[in-house]
C-alpha cells in the first residue's frame, strides 16, 4: 500500500483528480531518498544497497507488456519478492529475488494500472508501487484541418508559433520558403509571405511578446543570420538585416528580449537593435524553455549530456544535472511545468525495436534533482516536437511520428497517444497549445496543413 | 554420442520449438497434453566474462498454470520455482569462462514435464594464440583498406588485397613476409579465392570488375571492367570457373573469357540481390543469402543454379555469414534480429530444423562487411565468422560459438582465411595487420 494512504486502493487514488496530486506529492514529501536514480515512483525507501525496481516502459496502447524489474546490485539469494499486478492484494508472482527477476504484465483497460512489489530480506518488508498507463486514444479528437499553402510542394514547417492575442498562428515553411498566418476562429489561413531563403538552412520565427511583429531568423551556412521583422499581417516592416548570431530556432526571452539558439549556440540578444546581450558557445543547447516566472532558461544538451538551468538574463548555470544512461538515452526535449515547479525532459536514443527508445525524466526544478525516469516508448523517435502545455495546465503536449503524446501533469507519465500512423508520418509535425481550450495546433507537413486536436477528459 | 552432443540436442527441445524429428534428433519430448510449452530463451547465449543476461518463460496465448523451476548454477537445486502466470524472466550471471548450462523444468497442468536445457557459453581467448603476425605495407600510405585474403590450395602461398590501393599482395604463410606485389589490379577489389590447382587467382570487385591473376608468373592475365557478376564474394569451382555474389545474382561465370554460364536469380523484385553464399566440399551444394523486401537463405544446386528450398530464419530477420559444416549435413548462419541484434543459427539441412540459436548481443555487420568473412580450419572442428572487426570460431563439434577474438567495432575489417596445411586460420585486418593464429584445445 503506498505510504501515508493506508486502507486507499491505487486504482482508487488514481481514479480521482485529488489521488493524483496526493500521487504527485509523494516524492516531494520526501519518499525517495536515495538520490537521483533511473526508479520510478519509490513508495517507501528500500535500502540503498538493495538496486531497483522498475517498469521497463511506463505507457502504451492496449494490450499494453511491459515487465516490472527487480536488479539487485548484489545477488540476493535471501530477499524474496511479490507482485500483485491486478490490485487485488494478492500476489500474482513470488519468489526468490536472486540475481535479479522480471516479471511480464499485461493490460488491457486504459488508464492508469498500479503494480504493488513487496520486496522481503527476511527481517523486514518494502513496500514498492509502480504505475503503468495504458493509452486511451479516444479522448483524442481532430477538429479541423487547413490546408497551409499550396499541396503540390511537399512542406518542412518550423513551430507554429501563437500570436501574441492567442488568435492566430504564425509558421515559417523552408521547404516552400514562405511565412503563414493562420487565423484559429475559424481556422483559416488568412495571410502568406514569400520568404526567400537565398540559400540560407533554416528559419526560426518568434512573435514579439509587446506588441504583434513578427521576428524571423534565417540561419546561413556561414553561420550569421538574416532578420526580418514582419506585421501581424505579414507587411515587412523594416529591410532584411545581417546578425551576428545564426539559430536558427528563437525563443521569447525576459523583458521583451529575444534567444536564438541552434548553430551559433545560444545568444540573448535585443530584438530591435539586434545588440547581443549574453552568448553561449554553439553545442551549448539543444532546446531551450524560458521558466514561467521569466527568471530562468532551462537548456538541453547532448554532450555533456543532462540538462541545466541557467539565470535568464546573465546565462549563468545555476545547475547541470546529468541524466542517468541506464537506457543510453539523451535528452532533447526539455519544459518546465505549468506552475514552474518541474522540469520535464524528454529523453531519446537511438536503439530500433523492443529496446526503451524514448523516456521522460522529471526533475526538480529548483535543486535539479531527478525526480523519476521512466521508458515510455520501445524504439526510438526520429522527429520530435517542443513540449507545449495545455490551457488549463493539466496536460502536456508533443509529438513524434507516433503520435501526438498528452501527459498527464498529476501522474507524471503520458496517458493519451493519438492521431500517429499515416496522419503523423516520421519528420513531420511541430506543435503549439491553445490559449483559450484544451486544443493543440499540429503542423503537420507530411500534409502540407494545420491541424486542430482537442482533449476532452 | 559424446555428452556435449547430447547437450546440444537437449538443449534444442523446447527452448527453439524444434521437433526433433531429425536423424540426429537425440531425445524427444512427446506432444504435451496440456498444449504448446512455454518458450524458454536466454537474451544472450555469448559472451565475455562476467557474462549476464535474462532467461525468459513465455506462456502461450491460453496456456495457463504451468509450473516452473529454473537452476540457473547447475547445482541441482532450483533457484527459481513458481507457477507461470505471464512472462517472467530470471537473471543470470557466469564469471567462469566455459559452458554453462540452465535447466528449466516446466510442468503442465496435468502433470506433464519438459525439460529444457539452456547452454551460455563464456568466451575464454586463452586458447586463441597468435603464432604469427606482420603488417603489409601498402604502396601509398594514403589508401590502406586490405580486404580480400585467400590461401593457396598447396598451402604455400598467402594473397591479400588492398580494396583502396588496388594491389595484390603474396605473402609467405609462415613469415607472413611479402613475396610479390602486383600493383595494377585497380582499386576495389573485394574477394580473393585460388582455383583448385593453384594455377590462378580469382578476384571479385565492387563495381562488378573481375580479375584472373595467373599464379605462375604472378600476373594480370585478365581484367574485365563492369562485368555485371557479382560484387564481393567468389568461390573457384576449377581452374576456369567461379561462382560470384553479391550482385542481383549468384552468377556461374567462366573467369577465362568473362562468359556467364549459368545464373541463379533470386526470386523476389528488383530490390532482390544476392549476398554472402557458401559452397560444400563436395562442391555440391551452395547456401545463398537473398535479401529484398523479406530474407531468405535458399540452398542452390550449383550443377543447374536453381534454389531447392529455403531454411527457416526464426527471428533472424537480416542474415549477414553462411557457411557449411565440413560435413555439409549443417548450416551455420550469423545476421541480426529486426531489433539490430546478433544472432547465431545452426541448421540441419536434411530435416530443416534448427539445430541451436544463440543471441550473441547487440551488433551489427555494418560500413565495413568483408568480402572473404568465414573459413573452416583444416581439421574441420573450427569455421571462423568475421563479426565486427574480429570473428566468431564455431565448434562444429557442438554447432556453437565457442571463442570469439575482441569485436572492436564495424569500422575494422577482419578477413579470414585457413590452411589447407595446417591448422591456423589467416586473419586481414583493414589496416593490413595480417595474424596468424590457432586454437589450443
Known sequence: ?457 | MKPTAQIALVLLMGVLGCDGSGEEAGPTAPPSPSGPAPSVEVTLGFGDAPLEGTLFLTPPPGSENWRYSVDLDGDGTPDHEGILGLRIGFRYRFAQAGIHSIRTVLRGPDEHRQDVESLVIVNDQGPLRIIAANRVQPLDPMWVSFEGITTSSAGDAIYVANYSGGSLHRLDPTTLSVTGVIEEMSYSIEGLVVSPLDSFLFATYKYTHVAVVDLHDFEIERFQERAGVGGFFIHGIDERRALLGGGNQLSHVDMRNGAVLDVFRAPGDDFTYTWHFDVTSDGGRAAVIVRGEHSAIHIVDPAIMESLGTVPLGPMEYPQLVAFDPSGTRLYVMGNTEEGEALFVAYHLATGTILRSLRLGRSYCSGYCVANPTATIRSGRYVAFEWNGGAYFIDTELDLPRYATQLPGSNVGFSVSASPIEDVFYFLRSDGLIQKLTIDD
Not at chain 1, 266 to 273: A, E, K, N
Not at chain 1, 342 to 348: F, G
Request: aromatic share 8%; glycine share 10%; charged share 20%.
Open chain 1, 1 to 457: 500500500m503506498i505510504e501515508g494512504l493506508i486502507g486507499v486502493r491505487p486504482r482508487d487514488i488514481l481514479g480521482s483528480t485529488a489521488g493524483a496530486a496526493v500521487i504527485l506529492l509523494l516524492p516531494i514529501l520526501g519518499c525517495d531518498d536515495s538520490g537521483p536514480t533511473g526508479l520510478d515512483r519509490v513508495t517507501e525507501p528500500l535500502p540503498a544497497t538493495f538496486g531497483r525496481v522498475e517498469v521497463d516502459v511506463a505507457f502504451g496502447d492496449p494490450p499494453f507488456e511491459g515487465e516490472v524489474l527487480i536488479i539487485p546490485s548484489t545477488p540476493a539469494d535471501e530477499w524474496r519478492y511479490e507482485v500483485d499486478l491486478d490490485e487485488d492484494g494478492a500476489s500474482d508472482e513470488r519468489g526468490s529475488v536472486g540475481l535479479g527477476v522480471h516479471v511480464g504484465f499485461r493490460y488491457d483497460e486504459p488508464g492508469p494500472h498500479a503494480i504493488h512489489v513487496i520486496l522481503d530480506d527476511g527481517t523486514n518488508r518494502y513496500s514498492q508501487e509502480r504505475v503503468v498507463m495504458v493509452n486511451d486514444s479516444t479522448v483524442m479528437s481532430m477538429v479541423r484541418e487547413q490546408t497551409v499553402g499550396p499541396e503540390s510542394i511537399p512542406a518542412d514547417f518550423g513551430r507554429p508559433v501563437l500570436s501574441s492575442t492567442g488568435d492566430a498562428l504564425f509558421l515559417v515553411d523552408q521547404n516552400r520558403q514562405a511565412l503563414f498566418r493562420v487565423d484559429l476562429a475559424p481556422l483559416t489561413m488568412t495571410r502568406q509571405r514569400s520568404l526567400p531563403f537565398d540559400g540560407l538552412l533554416q528559419a526560426g520565427i518568434s512573435v514579439a511578446q509587446e506588441d504583434s511583429n513578427v521576428y524571423v531568423l534565417m540561419s546561413s551556412p556561414d553561420v550569421t543570420g538574416r532578420w526580418q521583422v514582419f506585421s501581424r499581417d505579414l507587411m515587412p516592416m523594416a529591410e532584411r538585416r545581417e546578425t551576428s548570431f545564426a539559430g536558427p530556432f528563437l525563443e521569447p526571452g525576459p523583458s521583451g528580449l529575444l534567444y536564438a539558439w541552434g548553430l551559433s549556440g545560444l545568444t540573448l540578444f535585443d530584438p530591435v537593435s539586434l545588440e547581443v546581450i549574453r552568448e553561449l558557445p554553439p553545442n551549448a543547447s539543444d532546446d531551450v524553455a524560458l521558466s514561467p516566472d521569466g527568471d530562468n532558461l532551462l537548456v538541453s544538451m547532448f554532450e555533456p549530456r543532462g540538462v541545466a538551468l541557467l539565470d535568464s538574463n546573465t546565462l549563468r548555470q545555476i545547475w547541470f544535472t546529468p541524466l542517468p544512461d541506464d537506457w543510453d538515452l539523451r535528452p532533447w526535449r526539455v519544459s518546465f511545468s505549468p506552475d514552474g515547479d518541474k522540469v520535464y525532459a524528454i529523453l531519446v536514443g537511438n536503439t530500433p525495436g523492443p529496446a526503451v527508445g524514448m523516456g521522460l525524466a522529471v526533475l526538480d526544478a529548483r535543486s535539479g534533482e531527478i525526480r523519476r525516469v521512466v521508458g515510455i516508448e520501445r524504439g526510438a523517435p526520429s522527429n520530435l516536437s517542443d513540449l507545449v502545455t495545455s490551457f488549463d495546465e493539466r496536460f502536456v503536449a508533443f509529438t513524434t511520428e507516433k503520435g501526438m503524446y498528452v501527459i498527464d501533469v498529476g501522474l507524471e507519465l503520458p496517458r493519451f497517444r493519438g492521431l500517429g500512423g499515416e496522419f503523423i508520418p516520421i519528420a513531420c509535425c511541430q506543435i503549439a497549445a491553445s490559449r483559450s481550450a484544451n486544443a493543440f495546433y499540429v503542423a503537420n507537413s507530411y500534409r502540407s496543413s494545420i491541424v486542430e486536436v482537442r482533449i476532452d477528459s
